[in-house]
């Protein structure tokens, strides 16, 4: 699984980005850059990503830096996955 594209596609599904993602890469920033990732998307975010991906995230696992840029969340999501 390409982590990346994985997370970039939920992304643009639960911000209802039509395809603007499409230019994201690692350096993106997304808190504070992405209008539409206010702190409900954010949580409808993390509920995605943790059904769509198997994942399970903890309250305490996360804060703003996580969703500082799409590298950063990527990170974060490729660590929370089984080998």
Known sequence: MNVQREVIRVIDEVLSLQGRSASFG???HL???IPEL???AVVTLITSLEE???IVIE???IDGSTFATVGS?????GAKLPD
């Open 26 to 28: 690692p350096e993106t």
């Open 31 to 33: 808190l504070g850059a």
């Open 38 to 40: 206010d702190s409900m």
């Open 52 to 54: 769509q991906l198997g």
């Open 59 to 61: 309250d305490d696992e």
């Open 73 to 77: 969340l990527v990170e974060f999501v």
